[in-house]
């Protein structure tokens, strides 16, 4: 009897130390940024995935994540999976991306989504992963996993519009008159949250100007292009646009106070801004004019009857080439586009996917947003290229960082441009 009962011990430990090992010796490294939705919706969908899986999450939120693992990763202590869109101040995923530190996620788009029978490809929207905000390369690969989406234009109180019985303006023509008339009572045209957020708003400029093949070529660096009468265009309704921006926005136009940018909208001191659906929640308990009402239109068109277009914003998802625990990444990767992980993102945070057949689903002022491509607008998807780092450039902030230099006056327009030029010329010797 008592070599049965060691017979058995030994079996009993056995399996202990080896079946559970293979899901508990390597907990998967999770960091994602904490933005507008909060930090629940990760804890909530990280127990998720530990539920179905038994491996466990060591998760990392933080409102500046780049602070918290920049640092991490020098040391080669790298998180397994990342929640960091491009187009932060601190560029840390551009700078990955640079320096092809990414790992590759195309086989994640053939796996199953983890507890459902559909492919993770069928479950994402068209167009999510045919990006380079996806495939930063051109080569056809995915890199970064398409998240939290957002439907980019310009917001307005509708009730004012309605108060004084304004049209909204179909062209840019329509708008300066618009802001004419806008002026003789106070009010300023325009205003924006800080000038980093003139890359939604210039992306769909560029596809107006040019349409997709035009942008192709401008997010490319190709030579001659800022050049073109199209890109002419462009610089010419941002250089005009600035004249007609609320004077204080440059002062404000920062992290600790584009709030206050924002409030110009709900005050009825500017007419439109540009910015993403999360602003309804960043300014959810701000003062507003009576009768404020959430409105929100693509960009005017360049001419009567042309197409108009609103830029989707997304954040991205990526594992690190560096990650230690692959295999269990690309698991949760695929994890994140359950109906599970879907209903916890949008009830707990407000935060849509790019699932299919989500957005109908959606009510009040997000059934207004996201049905903004079923009105007429057409998406606007893609960004600058990624290349190898050029010492002393920064696209971003010569693109767009500028603005706040030409509303300002402190620089002209045919300077901005004449930047440009020189540091795409850099950049597209950077991409060959």
Not at 10 to 38: D, H, R, S
């Amino acid at each position: 009897m008592k070599k049965l009962m060691t017979i058995a011990l030994a079996l009993a430990l056995t399996i202990g130390l080896f079946l559970p090992a293979m899901a508990q010796e390597a907990p998967l490294k999770v960091a994602a940024i904490e933005t507008a939705y909060g930090a629940e919706i990760w804890q909530e969908v990280a127990a998720g995935f530990t539920a179905k899986t038994g491996i466990k999450v060591e998760l990392v939120t933080d409102k500046n994540l780049e602070d918290v693992i920049t640092s991490q990763m020098k040391a080669g202590d790298y998180p397994d999976v990342v929640m960091l869109a491009t187009g932060r101040k601190a560029a840390l995923t551009e700078t990955l991306i640079k320096e092809n530190l990414l790992e590759d996620l195309t086989d994640v788009l053939s796996m199953k989504v983890l507890g459902e029978e559909v492919l993770v490809k069928d479950k994402i929207a068209g167009g999510f992963t045919e990006s380079s905000l996806t495939n930063p390369y051109g080569d056809g690969k995915t890199y970064l996993a398409p998240m939290f989406y957002s439907p980019c234009g310009l917001f307005y109180n509708a009730g004012l519009f309605a108060e004084k019985g304004w049209e909204l303006p179909a062209t840019w023509d329509d708008m300066w008159a618009l802001g004419d008339k806008a002026k003789a009572e106070g009010i300023a045209l325009f205003a924006y949250p800080t000038a980093g957020y003139f890359d939604a708003f210039f992306y769909a400029l560029l596809f107006e100007v040019g349409g997709p093949e035009f942008f192709e070529k401008a997010t490319r660096y190709a030579e001659g292009i800022w050049d073109t009468p199209e890109a002419q265009q462009a610089f010419d309704i941002v250089g005009k646009l600035a004249t007609y921006t609320e004077a204080s926005v440059p002062s404000n136009a920062n992290n600790d106070n584009y709030l206050k940018n924002q409030q110009l909208i709900l005050d009825n001191k500017a007419l439109f801004m540009p910015n993403g659906t999360w602003v309804v929640g960043e300014m959810a308990d701000a003062p507003r004019a009576d009768g404020f009402q959430w409105g929100f239109m693509a960009l005017p068109a360049v001419t009567e009857g042309g197409d108009r277009y609103s830029y989707t914003w997304f954040e991205q998802l990526w594992v690190p080439a560096e990650a230690q625990n692959k295999e269990a990444a690309k698991q949760f990767v695929s994890y994140v586009y359950s109906d599970e992980a879907a209903s916890i993102f949008f009830e707990k945070g407000g935060a849509v996917q790019p699932i299919v057949g989500l957005a109908e689903t959606l009510e009040g002022d997000n059934k207004m947003f996201f049905s903004i491509y079923d009105t007429g607008a057409k998406a606007a998807l893609g960004n600058f290229a990624a290349t190898e780092p050029v010492e002393g450039v920064n696209f971003a902030d010569t693109v767009f960082g500028t603005v706040n230099s030409l509303v300002s006056g402190d620089k002209t327009r045919d300077q901005w441009v004449e930047a440009i030029k020189v540091d795409s010329d850099k950049l597209r010797e950077a991409l060959k």
